[in-house]
T-cell receptor, first 111, second 120 residues
Framework: AQRVTQPEKLLSVFKGAPVELKCNYS??????LFWYVQYSRQRLQLLLR??SRESIKGFTADLNKGETSFHLKKPFAQEEDSAMYYC?????????????FGKGTKLTVNP | GAGVSQSPRYKVTKRGQDVALRCDPI?????LYWYRQALGQGPEFLTY????????KSGLPNDRFSAERPEGSISTLTIQRTEQRDSAMYRC??????????????????FGPGTRLTVL
């Protein structure tokens, strides 16, 4: 079965430090991978997706099919990056676009 | 424009009661999804619709859970004879295209604020 693993439940860094949130997946086909973020008292929202190959709010993520990973990185963390981050995989079966989520990583950026 | 809305935002009910959770998607969005999120977990897929047709209900945990979207817009998730284990955040999302659309890729899902259900 398709699975998304985020090994770190909590991650704490200081402002200006690099940050990497890990995500590994298992999927038999060709996956679409996403990072969703939930800031305090806000709704879940898309941060970035691997097909766009963009940098959003300074974050990047590269799909590594050999290592089945999609780690989220930012070279210099900011306090406003503190949030809950979820890695997700699109599971396409006969048209279904349901997302399979990891358990999430809570990032805290300390001043 | 307005985003996805859900009501009620909070629902406290007693074990054995039925509850109905409502989702109002972004206007014109074709696809609508329901997810459930237990404490400390990520969202877990329940069911989804394209227009009014329920395409996949494989994530509904048992027959106490049902969902409908009769006119292809607003959707209701109903839980009958609630149990304490049903306590969770219920999230709705909508997206604008059918699978693939013209891009061949999964369209972005926009989430509502969620309904926090507590079963006593």
């Amino acid at each position: 079965a398709q699975r998304v693993t985020q090994p770190e439940k909590l991650l704490s860094v200081f402002k200006g430090a690099p940050v990497e949130l890990k995500c590994n997946y298992s999927y038999s086909g060709s996956p679409e991978l996403f990072w969703y973020v939930q800031y305090s008292r806000q709704r879940l929202q898309l941060l970035l997706r691997h097909i766009s190959r963009e940098s959003i709010k300074g974050f990047t993520a590269d799909l590594n099919k050999g290592e089945t990973s999609f780690h989220l990185k930012k070279p210099f963390a900011q306090e406003e990056d503190s949030a809950m981050y979820y890695c997700a995989l699109s599971e396409s079966q006969g048209g279904s676009e349901k997302l399979v989520f990891g358990k999430g990583t809570k990032l805290t950026v300390n001043p | 424009g307005a985003g996805v809305s859900q009501s009620p935002r909070y629902k406290v009910t007693k074990r054995g009661q039925d509850v109905a959770l409502r989702c109002d998607p972004i206007s014109g969005h074709v696809s609508l999804y329901w997810y459930r999120q237990a404490l400390g977990q990520g969202p877990e897929f329940l069911t989804y619709f394209n227009y009014e047709a329920q395409q996949d209900k494989s994530g509904l945990p048992n027959d106490r859970f049902s969902a409908e979207r009769p006119e292809g817009s607003i959707s209701t998730l109903t839980i009958q004879r609630t149990e304490q284990r049903d306590s969770a955040m219920y999230r709705c999302a909508s997206s604008s295209q059918l699978f693939g659309g013209t891009s061949g890729y999964t369209d972005t899902q926009y989430f509502g604020p969620g309904t926090r259900l507590t079963v006593l």
